[in-house]
């Protein structure tokens, strides 16, 4: 049986495409202890989807596209037998579109089994995830684990033809499974720039952002329990008198209207260009900025989390300095 | 005197006159071999990848060459061709750090138009090549180390897939073709890694996880030689290498393990789908690069003319096939006239005289000096110095290896060649295939051979390397440096007293040259016929005791004269020291009394098989178009029975009354080599007329008046494909400002404006009228009257009224200045770099000056497009554009005539004269 033909319903339930909101934060249930401890397998990566996993034999890799309304669904991942228990781990992505609610998708990934025996909210750094066990529609018993990420989610599973599973074995491979957002170079030709931005969120264009002013408005939305965003700004500056720093400042008061407050600020130069790094506070978000100002053009880097801690981690930091212009 | 003996004497006769020649040029001449590279700098990182940085500043640009040493001999076992499926997917994968298409957007935004790297795969290496200009060397740099280490993270099942039936292409050869390995297999046995090359491929087995494990494994640092040549700074491409490729983990390969042929020689049978009977005898020789290597491509060259001479095959190969463990040289006979035994005792003949010294020195020097001249020719490119350079240090043969390998070609001689037959060639063949056609007969694999069961080599498995896991976080792309600016080379260009002109370009450091002497036809009307057959007629006049074509061969040049519309137009591509005794040669016929008359029935016969063959180009019957607009002119439109009927009827008379005239029209020369102004000053005057010749007035021909309209051929067209529409052909043509003049500037920009591709461009013109794309195709066309844009087309005939509707759209969009910045931006950095490599090659350059001394123009600014390209501005590209309109068009159709009339009808269009073709043939349907 195909990873797709396992998941149709939840291919069609995850089609649904109403604009991503926050989860309603579920409680963060620790992932099942590590009960297993045979010897580490060698680490199997793949970097272009953000998986890293321990597999307990060489694993195939598998690809699908399912036709949905709104366009496809692109499935990539890798599965391996030992004897009559199957293990596979795959990404289920929309292409960068838009998708339904943490919690509409976490609700259907139950329809995965024919009959769910356990239920369990669990979660991967901050992305929410459940954990089920039961029998698939061929009786055989099953094991899984799915993840919310970005435009998509992710499905682990293992699944047994005869007889109970081998649950130690089925740990270990759950639990050797890290997934790490991956992140690539864009480039940005009308402006004449590139910036690294994480490739398996939503992607926001300048109708979603409302800037069809801006020769370059971009947003890379990841959701999770911190709704992580990475947005890319350009805008052509008119010819007025203004200095760098005083549009700088414009900028900033314009923000404060809409009731952001500046909590911290620290000019800086890059190349020829001035520039301001900016931590702002909202009612629900907390955001980084990096303005850079050249005679002709206005760029901004701009991070965006739930929490002030989540914008100081590396990620955050590798964004703002990825810019290039050329 | 028996004719046998006639002709050695002769050829002594000519041998001894060409060999004080020589060495008097090789007295005078002490060649610079240097191609223009002016330093290397060679190094090896820690991780072993070795890194060769050139500097040549000819150009502002810089080719790259990545070199791994793993071929088509490392394949694993019954993975066949997984060398071959890797170089086609290399090109396009993406990785963590960049999708496939991310690449052509970094490089738009840094400026500059994306070319997909070439990967070329051979038996024992893979290279990845690549040309940027000089500002995007960091940039390349880093796409082609992320590349490197991070490629195999795009290596899934579908790009497998996509890529599997090009790369069994690539593997799967019928038996005849230069790349076939049965030769190998022949002459090395299936024990030999080569020899095993031909066994069947079972890629489609491949998996993706397995090839991605073999990309990291084989395509690494310790297998690679990076090599950079052109317009860099060393020190800084040294530190951006160090920085970017020196962090790459890396695990060494093992090279396939040279096995001895076994003794016993094999003789082959095999029946393919070939068209006739073929035959081949191969030897195992010297290895690539080794001491007698190049000397085999020399007997090669020699045995293919004296064997071709003999008329025994429909087709003779002789070649070197030189590989890096060891070569193979093959003869082989295509379409025996007789029998395979003739032709291999003929060969058997050949080798023996050469083993003897028996064949004439002039002959030996002359192939040499070809073959230093093809290489030369070869060299001139950035991205052939960069191969020949990767491949020398992946051998250990170090950098250096152009002006080693020059002059090794250019220091052979009968002797040394006599001593190479001996060592390498004079005993049995070590194998001999032959191959009996029939249609049914597979193409390749083991089918071939009827219960073969010798085991076959197979290349070890290496098991997976634990390579060095990289630390850090990728660096990000480079900034860019300052612009360069470009520089043609110049030359002088003189006009002599007696109206003769000299146009010259010094190029040093390879060794060949180019000269195109240009005599236009004086304004009496005269036959069409004529020029064809008089060029026919002069290469077969004689010199020396043998032809000028003969003599010229002799000397190492290459020889090729033509008589279009405007003038006698004569090339040469010779060594440099050999470019005296060429031009003596040919001044020598120029200056005869009465041109050769015993040849005139056979060069008549000759030209009119090359006007049948013209009449079957599918992209050049544009000029028809164009002679049925200006009917009074020279230019003007003959049909083929009207063509040939004008050959039939010329009479030797009329070219002998013809000759004189011509004599005394004034000369063009345009000249390239590796010449002061003195030499090629003193060189022109051995070929234009001496000073006291009286001063010939340039007869201005008749002006030609094109006159815009439809121009339809008539032919019932057979459709291409079952239940599909007979299809058309058109050309439209646009009247252009003169050539090398500012207004005309823009007009290089258009052909990239007509690509389908283009955002909101002619493609979404076509969508919106229900068009599909049409076959095409776009230039410039330069003549002396006047310059045209073309675009030519081949559709289905309901297409054309809707193809025509959507071009017409997209012009009238361009005039308006409808066009992306980016698109403009790619077509000057595309039009740049590609006259900039022009500007390169010799044959270009002698191009250029010849269009420059139509023009009238100086000779730099034929070379100057690159910089002037630059300089467009969109308003003067939609400027021009408004000039594109089909009324002012020439537009010439090929179809059914009645429905292409109703199709013009529909675009407000008809036709202004109707011609009619004789029906086309299905041969010459598949071939457009």
Redesign the interface.
Same mark, same amino acid.
């Given at each position: 049986m195909t990873a797709k033909s396992r998941f149709g319903v939840l291919l069609l339930l995850a089609s649904s495409c109403t604009h991503a909101r926050p989860p309603q934060a579920p409680a963060a249930h620790a992932p099942p202890v590590l009960a297993h401890t045979a010897a580490q397998s060698p680490l199997f990566e793949l970097p272009a989807l953000g998986l890293e996993v321990r597999p307990p034999a060489p694993m195939d890799l598998f690809e699908s596209d399912s036709p949905l309304p709104d366009g496809m669904m692109h499935t990539q991942g890798v599965a391996c037998s030992v004897g009559t228990q199957d293990y596979f781990v795959a990404r289920y992505f929309r292409g960068a579109r838009d998708r339904a609610k943490d919690e509409v998708l976490l609700e259907n990934a139950k329809h995965a089994l024919a009959v769910v025996s356990r239920a369990t909210p669990i979660k991967m750094g901050e992305w929410p995830g459940i954990e089920l066990e039961g029998k698939t529609k061929n009786q055989h018993d099953a094991w899984l684990r799915f993840y919310v990420v970005g435009d998509g989610f992710w499905i682990a599973q293992v699944e047994r033809s005869d007889g109970a599973l081998d649950r130690g074995a089925a740990r270990a491979f759950f639990d050797s499974i890290v997934l790490r957002q991956p992140w690539s170079v864009h480039a940005f030709p009308e402006a004449h720039f590139s910036a690294l931005m994480p490739d398996g969120g939503v992607r926001l264009g300048k109708k979603e952002l409302n800037a069809a002013d801006f020769t370059v408005a971009e947003a890379s939305w990841l959701g999770g329990s911190e709704t992580r965003a990475y947005f890319v700004w350009a805008i052509p500056l008119d010819e007025g008198s203004l200095t760098p720093d005083e549009r700088m400042d414009r900028g900033l008061e314009a923000l404060n209207r809409d009731g952001n407050r500046v909590v911290w600020q620290a000019p800086l130069a890059f190349d020829d260009a001035r520039g301001r790094d900016v931590l702002l506070e909202s009612k629900k978000s907390w955001t980084r900025v990096r303005f850079l100002v050249t005679a002709s053009n206005l760029y901004m880097l701009q991070a965006a989390a739930r929490t002030k801690d989540d914008l100081l981690d590396e990620a955050v930091l590798r964004f703002l300095t990825s810019i290039r212009w050329y | 005197m028996p004719f046998g003996l006639g002709r050695v004497a002769c050829t002594l006769g000519l041998c001894l006159g060409l060999s004080l020649a020589v060495g008097e040029a090789r007295a005078q001449n002490n060649p610079d071999l240097s191609a223009g590279i002016e330093s290397y700098r060679e190094l090896t990182l820690a991780n072993g990848l070795r890194v060769v940085i050139a500097a040549d500043h000819r150009v502002p640009q810089v080719a790259l060459a990545i070199d791994y040493a793993v071929g088509d001999a490392l394949d694993p076992p019954n993975q066949r061709g997984l060398a071959q499926l890797l170089g086609k997917i290399l090109p396009k994968l993406?990785?963590?750090? @960049?999708?496939a298409d991310?690449r052509p957007? @970094?490089l738009? !935004?840094? %400026?500059f138009k994306y070319e997909a790297p070439t990967v070329q795969v051979g038996p024992d290496a893979t290279i990845v090549t690549l040309q940027v200009p000089a500002e995007a060397l960091e @940039?390349a740099l880093w796409l082609e180390a992320d590349r490197m280490e991070?490629a195999a993270? %795009?290596i $899934?099942? $579908?790009t497998l897939s996509e890529a599997l039936p090009q790369a069994l292409e690539a593997v799967e050869h019928l038996p005849n073709e230069p790349a076939a390995a049965v030769a190998f297999h022949a002459a090395l046995g299936r024990l030999h890694p080569y020899g095993a090359l031909d066994r069947p491929s079972q890629l489609q087995t491949a998996?993706? $996880?397995a090839v991605a494990e073999r990309l990291r494994r084989y395509y690494n640092p310790a297998s690679a030689v990076l090599v950079l040549v052109g317009d860099l700074d060393p020190e800084r491409a040294e530190q951006a290498v160090r920085q970017l490729f020196g962090r790459l983990p890396s695990a060494p390969v093992q090279p396939p393990p040279a096995v001895r042929r076994s003794s016993t020689p094999r003789r082959l049978s095999l029946t393919a789908p070939v068209p006739a009977r073929f035959g081949a005898s191969a030897w195992e020789t010297a290895s690539f690069l080794a001491p007698d290597d190049a000397g085999l491509d020399v007997v090669a060259t020699v045995l293919t003319r004296r064997l071709h001479a003999r008329a025994l095959c429909d087709g003779i190969t002789v070649a070197q096939r030189s590989r890096a463990l060891t070569s193979v040289f093959v003869a082989a006979c295509d379409g025996p006239k007789t029998t395979l035994d003739a032709f291999r005792a003929a060969l058997g003949e050949e080798l023996q005289a050469l083993a003897e010294g028996r064949v004439p020195a002039a002959e030996i020097e002359g192939a040499a000096l070809y073959y230093a001249a093809v290489l030369g020719d070869r060299y001139d490119d950035l991205l052939g110095r960069a191969q020949a350079i990767a491949s020398s240090v992946r051998l250990g043969q170090g950098a250096q290896i152009i002006p080693k390998l020059l002059a090794r070609y250019l220091a052979i001689d009968a002797a040394q060649l006599a001593a190479i037959v001996r060592r390498q060639l004079l005993r049995p063949a070590d194998g001999t295939f032959e191959i009996t056609p029939l249609a049914s007969a597979p193409r390749a694999g083991d089918a071939y051979f009827t219960g073969a069961s010798e085991p076959m080599f197979q290349a070890r498995a290496e098991p997976p390397a634990l390579l060095d896991a990289p630390s850090g976080?990728w660096p990000? &792309? &480079? !900034?860019?440096g300052a612009p360069h600016r470009f520089h043609p080379p110049t030359g002088p260009s003189d006009t002599l007293a007696n109206g003769d002109q000299l146009r010259f370009m010094e190029r040093f450091g390879t060794p060949v040259s180019h000269a195109r002497l240009q005599i236009p036809w004086p304004a009496a009307a005269q036959s069409p016929a004529l020029g064809l057959v008089l060029a026919e007629l002069l290469s077969k006049s004689p010199v020396a005791g043998t032809t000028l074509e003969e003599a010229l061969r002799l000397l190492g040049a290459d020889l090729k004269i033509r008589g279009p519309v405007d003038e006698l137009e004569i090339t040469l591509t010779a060594p440099p020291s050999r470019m005296a005794p060429a031009f003596d040669a040919l001044s020598s016929v120029l200056a005869q009394k009465q041109l050769p008359s015993a040849a005139f029935d056979a060069a008549k016969t000759s030209t009119a098989d090359w006007i049948t063959k013209k009449d079957d180009d599918p992209w050049t019957w544009y000029w028809d178009a164009l002679g049925l607009s200006a009917p009074k002119s020279r230019y003007r439109y003959l049909s083929p029975p009207a063509r040939k009927l004008a050959v039939e009827q010329l009479k030797m008379s009329e070219l002998s009354r013809f000759w004189p005239t011509l004599q005394r029209q004034p000369r063009a020369l345009e000249l390239v080599g590796p010449y002061d102004n003195a030499t090629a000053r003193s060189l022109a005057a051995r070929v234009l007329r001496p000073a006291s010749a009286p001063v010939a007035r340039r007869l201005a021909p008749n002006h030609a008046l094109f006159h815009a309209g439809v121009y339809v051929f008539d032919r019932a067209s057979e459709p291409s494909e079952p239940n599909q529409a007979a299809s058309v052909s058109v050309c439209v043509l646009w009247p252009l400002p003169g050539w090398a003049t500012p207004a005309h500037y823009p007009a290089h920009l258009l052909p990239w404006f007509l690509r389908p591709e283009l955002t909101d461009g002619l493609g979404a013109r076509l969508a919106e009228h229900g068009a599909r794309t049409p076959y095409w195709q776009s230039n410039t066309v330069l003549n002396q009257e006047q310059d045209f844009l073309r675009y030519s087309l081949r559709v289905p005939i309901d297409q054309l009224a809707p193809v025509l509707e959507s071009l017409k759209a997209h012009l009238a969009r361009l005039a308006e200045g409808h066009f992306s &910045?980016?698109d403009f931006a790619n077509a000057i950095a595309v039009e740049r770099q590609f006259q900039m490599r022009q500007s390169l090659s010799g044959q270009a350059m002698i191009a250029a000056l010849a269009r420059a001394a139509a023009h009238d123009k100086q000779g730099d600014e034929a070379l100057d497009i690159a910089l002037q390209v630059e300089r467009v501005s969109p308003k003067a590209l939609s400027e021009l554009a408004q000039h594109l309109t089909f009324d002012r068009a020439t537009i010439g159709v090929i179809g059914p005539a009645a429905r292409v009339n109703e199709a013009l009808k529909t675009v407000g269009l008809q036709a202004t004269t109707v011609v009619q073709l004789a029906p086309e043939t299905a041969h010459e349907g598949a071939a457009r």
């Open positions: - | 993406a990785t963590r750090h @960049l999708h991310e957007r @970094l738009a !935004a840094a %400026g @940039l991070f993270d %795009g $899934t099942q $579908t998996k993706a $996880t976080d990000r &792309p &480079p !900034a860019n &910045p980016s």
